[in-house]
């Protein structure tokens, strides 16, 4: 990523971040929260963005002056290890849009017909590299973070804020519910891919604030509408909340296909985000072979998949938990340690 398609401005990182985290993790936060501490949820939410901060800032300094091309580079089999996790990754979230479509916005199941669109769309977007990624999500920032805004606005009114309240607290479950918030925003690796390429300066204060709040804002927003135990009972309660906000004046009745709509624009920024900074460890490791063969695995293997990974969803969703636990051992230590050693080797071949 050293070349002019792999620099971004400042801007872009910042708001490729926001896109990234917010939209990969806001969807399941309500419920997550919920689960392993459902008295004290909202202390887990506040930590873990603060923790999240601190890693990000951890991560900007470290990577700071380095690009995840040289770490790849030098340590090819990491190269191998982070096309493998992003690509069932991206499986995940590529499955998971197509769920969503099915489920709030097409009457049959159209599943090839939903992913082959979606496919091409991330390959357009990600073959002109990180520049033209960033670009494209600049793009569509507001696109997509405006009517989530808007329904969080409207939802205030309805609050109940004894749901809300901590009831109790006990470490035990404090804890476990913060280790598993921490492990739904495992996708903040991915500021390891684009941290050494942005011009310009690194992570703002406001954006740590901004995507809290947004955190911050679909929690109370879910379970000061919904109530606790019907947000533990509902498979996807975000999209129940947004179906029991309207417009005052009775303007339009239903916003849940509008936030539906701008929700899978965001599910789909995390998954091309996948593809892309997996294919591009590929390609840098393994040079323009490993670049064709990555993306002829990625992108076909996801199409000719589909139906096999619709298949076994409910499974997949069974074992969410297991999969954000997985990433989170490997998704935050392993790039810390890869920029360490990195960084332990040019300072050494500076003093000599």
Request: aromatic share 14%; charged share 15%.
């Amino acid at each position: 990523m050293e070349d002019s398609r792999q620099q971004i401005t400042a801007k872009q990182g910042n708001r490729i971040f926001i896109l990234e985290i917010f939209s990969a993790a806001a969807l399941f936060l309500p419920q997550m929260a919920l689960k392993e501490n459902r008295h004290s949820a909202v202390l887990s939410v506040a930590v873990v963005w603060v923790l999240t901060g601190f890693y990000v800032l951890a991560a900007s300094k470290t990577a700071k002056g380095i690009p995840m091309e040289r770490v790849l580079k030098e340590y090819r089999w990491a190269a191998l290890l982070y096309y493998v996790r992003f690509l069932i990754n991206g499986a995940f979230f590529y499955a998971y849009v197509i769920f969503m479509a099915e489920t709030y916005m097409l009457r049959q199941k159209q599943s090839i017909v939903v992913g082959l669109p979606l496919l091409l769309l991330a390959y357009q977007m990600n073959h002109k590299g990180l520049r033209g990624r960033g670009r494209a999500m600049e793009g569509i920032f507001w696109f997509v973070l405006l009517p989530v805004i808007f329904v969080l606005l409207l939802s205030a009114a309805d609050l109940s804020f004894h749901e809300i309240a901590v009831t109790s607290f006990q470490w035990k479950e404090f804890l476990k519910g913060s280790l598993l918030l921490l492990a739904l925003l495992h996708p903040i690796e991915l500021v390891w891919f684009y941290r050494g390429s942005m011009e310009g300066g690194g992570m703002k204060f406001k954006t740590f604030f901004a995507v809290g709040l947004l955190f911050l804002g679909i929690f109370l927003a879910v379970v000061g509408s919904l109530g606790v135990e019907l947000t533990m009972l509902d498979d996807n309660p975000v999209m129940s909340m947004a179906q029991g906000v309207a417009i005052p004046g009775g303007l339009m009745a239903r916003l849940d296909i509008f936030l539906i709509a701008f929700w899978i624009v965001g599910v789909f920024c995390v998954l091309s985000g996948y593809l892309f900074y997996g294919n591009e460890g590929i390609e840098q490791a393994f040079g323009r072979k490993g670049k064709i063969l990555g993306r002829i695995l990625s992108y076909g293997g996801l199409l000719l998949g589909t139906n096999f990974l619709l298949s076994y969803w409910d499974m997949i969703w069974e074992h969410f938990s297991l999969f954000l636990y997985g990433n989170l051992a490997a998704g935050l230590l392993l790039p810390m340690i890869l920029f360490l050693l990195i960084r332990r080797r040019m300072d050494h071949e500076t003093k000599k």
